[in-house]
């Protein structure tokens, strides 16, 4: 069911969604953590990094914190929540998908926004590992569109407390499409960019270790310089990677639209209606949500921004509001 917005207001000189989206990942600034990462390895023999935060307690509740695209656990928002968690006593994991620790994973296969069965595995790890502490979720963009997959795939049987997604790419195929339209080309220009970098970095590597077959999988793909748009690269790349007919296919199975009323687990959304990503069709209807989800719409913060206070002090309401939301029981 949709909820009426919680106090959020820009920061002043930052009522730009564009501004609230950079801000984040150009200007913030953050101490280090003292984390410790963990390899967890998978049924099919790749593996994810898990980075640990906070208490240290068998029975402290626990949030896995999911990154977006091209970002990793250093992301701003990711430190920047297992920051706010602490802060309460909590503890968090943040999960690196496969590539995004800083060294490339094993197989051609790669992350994308329907990689379900991997968060799959995270909980079924981390759940072995505390089964005294209250487990959540929290998901950023693509990690918000995996982990509401994941909840409506699961429905009943999910074994989080509550869930948190911020910024969510609902529609995959419109949010191609939005994307490649006015200032929001730059940001599809760098995703192109950082993307293709990974291909070519990942080659090298399969390369330089004689893994041939590999190797000759990621050759097939052809050249990727011409690669311009997110329906080039998800149609010449990510389907045939990851087991898809097509783009069409990947899209349409990847999309968590398509699965939010079968999600039986307590869960907030938080969106802005000016998000540069996504075009307002692609937001759900009240009809389609499970009824246990909460649809916060802000008219402005961009994606991923939600940066409240002054250019002198910014402060940040998705740490404020998802530990308080967690915290209080929904």
């Known amino acids: 069911m949709p909820s009426l917005p919680v106090s959020f207001r820009p920061a002043i000189g930052l009522s730009n969604p564009h501004l609230q989206t950079l801000w984040g990942p150009l200007w913030r600034k953050l101490p280090a953590l003292p984390r410790k990462r963990e390899r967890l390895w998978l049924a099919d023999g790749d593996f994810l990094d898990l980075d640990w935060h906070g208490p240290q307690r068998i029975d402290a509740p626990l949030v896995l914190v999911l990154h977006g695209l091209t970002g990793s656990s250093d992301s701003p928002y990711v430190k920047g929540l297992q920051q706010a968690l602490q802060a309460v006593d909590w503890a968090s994991v943040a999960v690196n998908w496969r590539g995004c620790s800083g060294e490339p994973n094993l197989l051609p296969r790669s992350y994308h926004s329907g990689s379900s069965e991997d968060l799959a ?106 690669l311009k748009t997110f329906w080039d690269f998800d149609g010449k790349v990510t389907a045939p990677l990851n087991g898809f007919a097509d783009v069409h296919d990947y899209y349409r199975r990847a999309s968590s639209r398509y699965y939010l009323g079968q999600n039986r687990t307590p869960t907030l959304i938080i969106h802005a209606h000016d998000d540069p990503f996504v075009c307002t069709q692609s937001l759900p209807t009240a009809d389609e949500l499970a009824p246990q989800t909460h649809l916060e719409l802000h008219a402005q913060g961009g994606h991923v921004g939600f940066v409240e206070g002054s250019l002198r002090n910014p402060r940040y309401y998705l740490e404020r509001r998802i530990p308080q939301w967690l915290t209080n029981g929904q």
Do not use: W
């Open 121 to 226: 595995e995270v909980i079924a790890h981390v759940r072995a590992r505390r089964p005294l502490a209250a487990l959540y979720a929290v998901g950023y963009s693509l990690g918000g569109n995996i982990l509401l997959k994941y909840l409506g795939e699961s429905a009943a049987a999910s074994e989080l407390q509550a869930a948190v997604a911020v910024s969510v790419p609902f529609r995959l195929d419109q949010c191609a499409d939005r994307i490649g339209r006015g200032f929001s080309k730059v940001y599809q220009a760098h995703f192109m960019r950082e993307m293709t970098a990974y291909v070519q970095l990942k080659q090298r590597h399969f390369q330089a270790h004689g893994q041939h077959e590999g190797l000759a999988q990621l050759q097939r793909l052809g050249p990727l310089g011409k």
